[in-house]
């Protein structure tokens, strides 16, 4: 066991957040201390947005965020902007390119974001220790954590802690932490130890685990921006299609009395047909707001005119149908021209098996018969409101985050402290705030790790 080491901060985690945070609180002064268990700092920067980490987006509105509580984003968001984070890029000379839809990314290599936030973090005295295991965490007044020993005896520190509440920028040590390299006091103990995705890459429980040890509530977790998984009859249908892509427009088909209280979005973008599922950007958006059970609903052909007699018909001013091509005098109606149609809209070989699952002439038996304006209505239906229910999700392995997490009902949204711990902080992915595919993860990464940062 090594000396007792005594800061200002100990931050638990070096990754986005984490990092982050330490920057900030380090340029106030204090003596800040990071922990990390594994072998180097932020290995999510490392592998995110391909390699060339989607660092922000331009565009980043807290609508662009899922919580239990939609307003609490608000503030850290509004503290610390994409410009500001645009700022510290080109002060270091980054180059960056805006990819599509606000979307920022490195042009060589994420590594260039994980050496500005080191670089920073050297100027502002901050220190790092990895490979350190953090063994139990205890608060002065008797409240302890242990981790890995399932401890749960419940803080009922809200009261006492409640008169030492303006202290929050004291040096008083609050908050005693053992770990694998000696024991460690801090006055504030941020939380920065990300969620339950990608567990190869260091992602651990910790974060939900302490948090409840301090009495904090945690938002059911599950993986989101992941990609789904066929059930056997889709997979038998579509799972050879693999690598097959195309633009489509989703939305979680919820069930009526579920729609008044969940949020319901619809992401149009890339849907890619994988060996297991869907996946692209299109089927990722959406499966953060997924629960199982429920279906999904694809317009396969998001630029044609929807069919007529849906709520938007007539909203797409020009836009011609999938099939009014076979509605023209004497033109072809059988299946021979129904995929050719189809294949406008799709590619080939989707809009093929496509035909051969969908088309009622096929389960007519009546392929030489002309198609009926309401077979072809029926089609084009179909086409515009595809319906799938998952078996499931690929799970936390493939997951980019983790929805759910630390209840922010009881976090101060300017600060990201506990309303009932003084001196406890959750930043970043361990808080109930997950943003949509497109950049937003790392704001709100960097944004709660400011606001913490200007305040522990
Ligand atoms: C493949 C992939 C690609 C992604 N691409 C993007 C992208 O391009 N843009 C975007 O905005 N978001 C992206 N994300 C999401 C983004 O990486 C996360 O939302 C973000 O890293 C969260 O930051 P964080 O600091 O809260 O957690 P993390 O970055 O996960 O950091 C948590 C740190 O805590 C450490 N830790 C965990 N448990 C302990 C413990 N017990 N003791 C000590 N340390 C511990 C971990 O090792 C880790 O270093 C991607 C995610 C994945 C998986």
């Known amino acids: 066991m090594g000396q007792m080491t005594e800061v200002d901060v100990l931050i638990l985690g070096a990754?986005?957040?984490?990092?982050?945070?330490?920057?900030?609180?380090?340029?106030?002064?204090?003596r800040v201390l990071v922990l990390e268990h594994t072998d180097r700092p932020g290995k999510k920067i490392l592998i995110s947005g391909g390699g060339r980490c989607n660092f922000t987006n331009r565009d980043a509105a807290p609508e662009n965020f899922l919580s239990a509580n939609p307003h609490f984003a608000k503030s850290a968001l509004a503290r610390f902007t994409p410009q500001d984070f645009i700022d510290m890029v080109e002060k270091h000379r980054i180059p960056y390119h805006e990819k599509t839809l606000g979307q920022l990314f490195c042009d060589r290599s994420a590594h260039d974001i994980l050496n500005m936030l080191l670089r920073e973090c050297t100027d502002a005295s901050v220190r790092i220790q990895l490979a350190t295991r953090i063994l139990s965490v205890a608060h002065v007044d008797?409240?302890?954590?242990?981790?890995?020993?399932?401890?749960?005896?419940?803080?009922?520190?809200?009261?006492s802690f409640r008169r030492e509440a303006e202290e929050s920028a004291s040096r008083a040590p609050r908050f005693r932490v053992e770990t694998s390299a000696g024991p460690i006091t801090a006055a504030s103990l941020v939380v920065a130890t990300g969620g339950l995705s990608i567990p190869k890459m260091g992602a651990t429980s910790f974060g939900y685990d302490l948090a409840r040890q301090f009495g904090h509530a945690i938002v059911e977790t599950r993986p989101g921006l992941v990609?789904?998984?066929?059930?056997?009859?889709?997979?038998?249908?579509?799972?050879?299609?693999?690598?097959l892509s195309t633009e489509v427009s989703v939305s979680t088909a919820a069930p009526p009395a579920a729609k008044s209280k969940r949020a319901r979005s619809t992401f149009r973008e890339k849907m890619l047909i994988t060996h297991r599922g869907l996946s692209g950007p299109a089927i990722l958006q959406v499966s953060s707001?997924?629960?199982?059970?429920?279906?999904?609903?694809?317009?396969?052909?998001?630029?044609?005119?929807?069919?007529?007699?849906?709520?938007?018909?007539?909203?797409?001013?020009?836009?011609?149908?999938?099939?009014?091509?076979?509605?023209?005098?004497?033109?072809?109606?059988?299946?021979?021209?129904?995929?050719?149609?189809?294949?406008?809209?799709?590619?080939?070989?989707?809009a093929d098996r496509?035909?051969?699952?969908?088309?009622p002439a096929i389960r007519l038996n009546a392929q030489l018969f002309a198609l009926p304006n309401s077979a072809l209505a029926e089609m084009e239906r179909q086409l515009h409101a595809w319906r799938i229910l998952p078996a499931g999700t690929e799970g936390y392995d493939k997951a980019e985050v983790t929805v759910g997490g630390v209840d922010t009902d009881s976090l101060d949204a300017r600060t990201m402290q506990s309303r009932?711990?003084?001196?406890?902080?959750?930043?970043g992915e361990v808080v109930d705030v997950t943003g949509w595919l497109g950049g937003y993860n790392f704001q709100w990464a960097w944004a709660s790790g400011v606001s913490a940062g200007q305040s522990a």
């Open 142 to 159: 008797g409240s302890s954590f242990r981790s890995g020993s399932g401890l749960s005896s419940h803080s009922t520190l809200g009261l």
């Open 15 to 30: 990754g986005a957040a984490g990092l982050m945070c330490a920057i900030e609180a380090g340029r106030r002064g204090r």
């Open 227 to 243: 990609p789904l998984v066929f059930n056997p009859d889709d997979q038998a249908r579509w799972g050879d299609l693999t690598g």
């Open 289 to 350: 707001f997924w629960r199982p059970g429920e279906p999904i609903e694809l317009d396969l052909a998001p630029s044609f005119a929807p069919p007529v007699g849906s709520d938007s018909a007539g909203t797409h001013g020009e836009a011609e149908r999938i099939f009014d091509p076979l509605l023209a005098p004497n033109a072809r109606r059988d299946l021979t021209a129904a995929a050719l149609a189809l294949r406008s809209a799709l590619p080939a070989r989707l």
């Open 354 to 359: 496509w035909l051969a699952v969908h088309s």
């Open 420 to 427: 009932t711990v003084p001196g406890l902080y959750f930043i």
